[in-house]
């Protein structure tokens, strides 16, 4: 069965530091993988998605992720993380279903 | 402008009451969503729809029912039967449930408060 797993339910920074969330994908086909955001008391933006024509995939923001098959992992990065970050970022994945890891929400400390 | 559309944004209900959501979209997607969201629990699937007339239930569609009459339409009618409504409820479609390669597109969420 699919599943998706975000290892870290809270991440704080620094204004201006790198931004790690990681993300572990269960699968036992190549799936598809996104990353979303989510600001209060909103819907969900596609922040960037993975469709096996590069395994680094930029999206919007600034943010970016790698697909490692030999890992299985679809970490989200940015070099530097801006107050406007602060937010709760998901993880999906589709195969057939689309499902989410439980959330990862940023804080961005000035 | 192509998009999403859930309402109302807020809802409160009464004990014993049902409530619908309302979830509309001119994206022309043939699947469609909804997903309840709790604080720490992320996204939890209730109900799916591939195409008109037809839907799947989720991990947690208990208390919950839907209709898919047309194809850009998909409400959720909250029952009595749902012992404990009060959450953040998404709706989502996208281009086709079983096609590799396809996101999600969200509306952007009704709270649904008992009181």
């Known amino acids: 069965a699919q599943s998706v797993t975000q290892l870290d339910s809270h991440v704080s920074v620094s204004e201006g530091t790198p931004v790690l969330l990681r993300c572990n994908y269960s699968s036992s086909y190549s799936p598809s993988l996104f990353w979303y955001v989510q600001h209060p008391n909103k819907g969900l933006q596609l922040l960037l998605k993975?469709?096996?024509?590069?395994?680094l995939v930029k999206g919007i923001n600034g943010f970016e992720a790698e697909f490692k098959k030999s890992e299985t992992s679809f970490h989200l990065t940015k070099p530097s993380a801006h107050m406007s970050d602060a937010a709760e970022y998901f993880c999906g994945g589709s195969q057939g279903n689309l499902i989410f890891g439980k959330g990862t929400k940023l804080s961005v400390k000035p | 402008d192509g998009g999403i559309t859930q309402s109302p944004k807020y809802l409160f209900r009464k004990e014993g009451q049902n409530v619908t959501l309302s979830c509309e979209q001119n994206l022309n997607h043939d699947a469609m969503y909804w997903y309840r969201q709790d604080p720490g629990q992320g996204l939890r699937l209730i109900y799916y729809?591939?195409?008109?007339?037809?839907?799947q239930k989720g991990d947690i569609a208990e208390g919950y029912s839907v209709s898919r009459e047309k194809k850009e339409s998909f409400p959720l009618t909250v029952t009595s039967a749902q012992k404990n409504p009060t959450a953040f409820y998404l709706c989502?479609?996208?281009?086709?449930?079983?096609?590799?390669?396809?996101?999600?597109?969200f509306g952007q969420g009704t709270r649904l408060t008992v009181v």
């Open positions: 993975y469709t096996s024509a590069a395994t």
């Open positions: 729809s591939q195409i008109v007339n037809d839907f």
């Open positions: 989502a479609s996208s281009t086709s449930e079983t096609a590799l390669n396809t996101e999600a597109f």
